[in-house]
T-cell receptor
Framework: AQKVTQAQTEISVVEKEDVTLDCVYE???????LFWYKQPPSGELVFLIR??????QNEISGRYSWNFQKSTSSFNFTITASQVVDSAVYFC??????????????FGAGTQVVVTP | EAQVTQNPRYLITVTGKKLTVTCSQN?????MSWYRQDPGLGLRQIYY???????DKGDVPEGYKVSRKEKRNFPLILESPSPNQTSLYFC??????????????FGEGSWLTVV
C-alpha cells in the first residue's frame, strides 16, 4: 500500500503566484520522520526539510513553508511568490522508526511544478 | 565536502551485458542504499546495507546485486540487464541508527538505458 500520497501530478503557475503541494502519509509508527526533496531538471535530489513526528510546529525558510498536521496525516509544502527556478519535481518522503523500515525512505510519486514567467 | 559519488552518471548498454554502478561516500556513514526512480512511482528502494558485509533486499531487488566490502563503497551490480531496468538510479547514505531519522544524502543519480 502506498504510504505517501502526492495526489497532484503537476501544478502550473505563473511567476509570483503561491503554490501548495499536498502530501498525505500513512503509518502506524508513533515515531517517524517526514522529508521534502526537490529534483530540478538536472536530476539530483536536493534535501529541503526533515520533520519528526513529535514536532508539529510549522516552519518557514525564505519563500518555503511547511504545514505539518498529525490529525490529518499531512505535511504540505508551500512556495510563496514562485520563481522560474522553482520549476522542479518535489517529493515527499516518510521514514519510519520500526525495525523493518530502519533507514528506509518511502517516497510519494512526486509533484511536477512548472513556473512560467 | 560531504559527498555521495556515483559513476557512471550516464550509460547506455545492451541487454545481458553485465554492468556495475559504483557508489562512494566520504561521511563515514553506516547506512547505504540504492533507489530507482520511475515516472509516476517515485523512488523505490532496491537494496540497503546497515554496515560492512550486512546487506538486505529493499522493495524491488530482482535483477540486482550489491556488496559492501568497505564502509565507504556500495556498488550496484546488474548481472544481466534488461530493458525494464532502464531507470534513474540513486545511491544514498546516512548515519543510520534505528529510528534516528538522520538526513539521507543522495548521489547525483545515474541514468541507465538498456536497449
Amino acid at each position: 500500500a502506498q504510504k505517501v500520497t502526492q495526489a497532484q501530478t503537476e501544478i502550473s503557475v505563473v511567476e509570483k503566484e503561491d503554490v501548495t503541494l499536498d502530501c498525505v502519509y500513512e503509518t502506524r509508527d508513533t515515531t517517524y520522520y517526514l522529508f521534502w526533496y526537490k529534483q530540478p531538471p538536472s536530476g539530483e535530489l536536493v534535501f529541503l526539510i526533515r520533520r519528526n513526528s513529535f514536532d508539529e510546529q510549522n516552519e518557514i525558510s525564505g519563500r518555503y513553508s511547511w504545514n505539518f498536521q498529525k490529525s490529518t496525516s499531512s505535511f504540505n509544502f508551500t512556495i510563496t511568490a514562485s520563481q522560474v527556478v522553482d520549476s522542479a519535481v518535489y517529493f515527499c518522503a516518510l521514514s519510519e522508526a520500526s525495525t523493518d523500515s530502519w533507514g528506509k525512505l518511502q517516497f510519494g510519486a512526486g509533484t511536477q511544478v512548472v513556473v512560467t514567467p | 565536502e560531504a559527498q555521495v559519488t556515483q559513476n557512471p552518471r550516464y550509460l547506455i548498454t545492451v541487454t545481458g551485458k553485465k554492468l556495475t554502478v559504483t557508489c562512494s561516500q566520504n561521511m563515514n556513514h553506516e547506512y547505504m542504499s540504492w533507489y530507482r526512480q520511475d515516472p509516476g512511482l517515485g523512488l523505490r528502494q532496491i537494496y540497503y546495507s546497515m554496515n560492512v558485509e550486512v546487506t538486505d533486499k529493499g522493495d524491488v531487488p530482482e535483477g540486482y546485486k550489491v556488496s559492501r566490502k568497505e564502509k565507504r563503497n556500495f556498488p550496484l551490480i546488474l548481472e544481466s540487464p534488461s530493458p525494464n531496468q532502464t531507470s534513474l538510479y540513486f545511491c544514498a547514505s546516512s548515519l543510520g541508527g534505528k529510528g534516528s531519522g538522520n538526513t539521507i544524502y543522495f548521489g547525483e543519480g545515474s541514468w541507465l538505458t538498456v536497449v
